[in-house]
């Protein structure tokens, strides 16, 4: 599927790796629809991708409000795209060091923003784009947003892996489910990016990090990233794959 000219939509586009995301689409000349809480810099992230981009504060766990999300999407044209970048982790151990158990609304809240809100961005977006006509065989395509905590799950990181997990058990499931709308879905899982949340590390958290990397020995680029998203759109034959992007790194229990 060809970028140029069609309407696509980033969660969490207002930052990180749905911004990397938005800024290689709108170079490649798709309209992009950023989608990020009210509270983030959807706004000024929007006016640095110039004329081609606009900013819709949405929470995707609410039906509601992601839905005129994509409304708003949709009025620069038929959405063809969505990459679904929202998520967020949490530290919680099983058993914690004064020896309660671990807390279970933090459990929930992670499940919450990354596997309920992956399965609402999934189904109205994919119901959006089965409305539309095929260009060349094809109505659109959804890219979501693993790790590699999905594969190598960090002690205290259980409720993201367990998110993470489940998204990636979805991909090839929900790539059968919406072959016969003639729908795509693939899932990046990045390890170790370079995101504004690691920026605030210290600089020998941030050199350990980098060495763990077999190679390239550096954080990931979220610009790598956006390019990845990119390809899988305009690859037609990708589909029901995750794909690691993680510079071959293994992550050690802690």
Do not use: W
């Not at 990016?193 to 590390?201: A, F, V």
């Not at 690691?244 to 790194?249: A, E, K, P, S, T």
């Amino acid at each position: 599927m060809r970028l140029e000219g069609i309407s696509a939509a980033v969660t969490g586009g207002a930052s990180g790796l749905g911004l990397a995301t938005a800024r290689k689409m709108v170079k490649a000349g798709a309209t992009v629809t950023l989608i990020d809480l009210p509270t983030s810099q959807g706004e000024e992230s929007a006016r640095e991708l110039g004329d081609a981009a606009r900013f819709v504060p949405a929470d995707v766990t609410d039906e509601q409000q992601f839905a005129a999300a994509l409304d708003a999407a949709e009025e620069a044209g038929p959405l063809r795209a969505l990459v679904h970048c929202a998520g967020r982790g949490a530290r919680i151990r099983l058993v914690e060091k004064d020896g309660s158990p671990g807390e279970l609304s933090a459990f929930e809240d992670v499940i919450q923003l990354n596997l309920i809100g992956s399965y609402n961005a999934l189904r109205l977006g994919a119901a959006r784009m089965a409305r539309h006509e095929d260009v060349d065989g094809e109505r659109g395509a959804v890219v979501l947003t693993a790790s590699v905590a999905a594969f190598d799950g960090q002690i205290g990181q259980i409720a993201y892996t367990a998110s993470k997990s489940a998204i990636v058990g979805m991909t090839l499931c929900s790539a059968r489910d919406l072959a016969s709308k003639n729908i795509r879905v693939c899932t990046i899982a990045p390890g170790i990016m370079d995101t504004p949340l690691l920026g605030r590390l210290r600089e020998d958290v941030r050199q350990g990090l980098e060495q763990s990397v077999p190679s390239p020995q550096r954080l990931g680029d979220p610009a790598e990233f956006g390019a990845l998203a990119c390809n899988i759109v305009e690859n037609p034959y990708l589909n029901g794959e995750t794909i690691r992007l993680d510079g071959g790194i293994r992550m050690a229990p802690r």
